[in-house]
C-alpha cells in the first residue's frame, strides 16, 4: 500500500479529524481574517471531504467553525471574509451548519417565571442589523434573515408560556 495515497477511510478520518481539531479560525488573527489563507484551508477540507465521500458532513462542519467567525469592521457579523466564503462555496449544508451551530452557541438561559421573549427579540434585532450591513452577500443575508425569524419565533413562544404561568397563579 502506497501511504503517501489516502483511501477514502483514511482519507475519511483525517478530514473529520482536521475538522473536529480546529477552534480558532485559520487566518483569524486579532479580529481580521486573512481571506487567502481561509479559502485555501477551506478548499483543502472540502477536497478531503469530497475523496472520502463526505461533502454533506465536511460543510456542516467548516459552517461550525464559520459560526465562531469575528465581527467585521463594518460593526457586522460574521467577517467580510466568511460572508465571501459562504458565497463563493455556495453550500446549503455550510449554511445550515453556521445556523445550527450559532444557534447552540447560545447555551443555557435563565429567566424570570413570568419573563416572556424578550431575550430572544433582542437576539432577533441584532440579527436584523447584521442582515442589513451583509446585504451585499445574498446567500449571508439569507442565513442572517432565518436566524433573526428562529429568535423572533422563540419570543413568541416564551411569551405564550409566561402568560399562561400568569394565567395559571
Known amino acids: 500500500r502506497n501511504p503517501s495515497k489516502h483511501d477514502g477511510k483514511s482519507s475519511g478520518k483525517l478530514a473529520y479529524s482536521v475538522l473536529s481539531n480546529f477552534r480558532q479560525l485559520p487566518g483569524h488573527i486579532e479580529q481580521n481574517v486573512d481571506a487567502k489563507k481561509l479559502s485555501l484551508w477551506v478548499d483543502a477540507a472540502r477536497k478531503l471531504g469530497e475523496e472520502s465521500g463526505h461533502t454533506v458532513i465536511t460543510d456542516i462542519y467548516v459552517g461550525h467553525l464559520f459560526a465562531h467567525s469575528p465581527f467585521d469592521q463594518d460593526g457586522g457579523w460574521p467577517h467580510r471574509a466568511i ?12 449554511q445550515r451548519g453556521i445556523y445550527t451551530e450559532r444557534r447552540n452557541m447560545r447555551g443555557v438561559t435563565t429567566r424570570g417565571m413570568y419573563d416572556g421573549g424578550d431575550q430572544e427579540r433582542e437576539l432577533s434585532e441584532k440579527y436584523k442589523d447584521w442582515q442589513s450591513k451583509a446585504s ?7 442565513l442572517l434573515g432565518a ?3 428562529s429568535w423572533e419565533r422563540d419570543a413568541v413562544d416564551h411569551d405564550v408560556d409566561a402568560e399562561q404561568r400568569k394565567l395559571k397563579s
Open 136 to 142: 451585499a452577500w445574498p446567500r449571508t443575508s439569507d
Open 83 to 94: 460572508r465571501d466564503e459562504i458565497e463563493r462555496i455556495g453550500s446549503d449544508d455550510l
Open 147 to 149: 436566524l433573526a425569524q
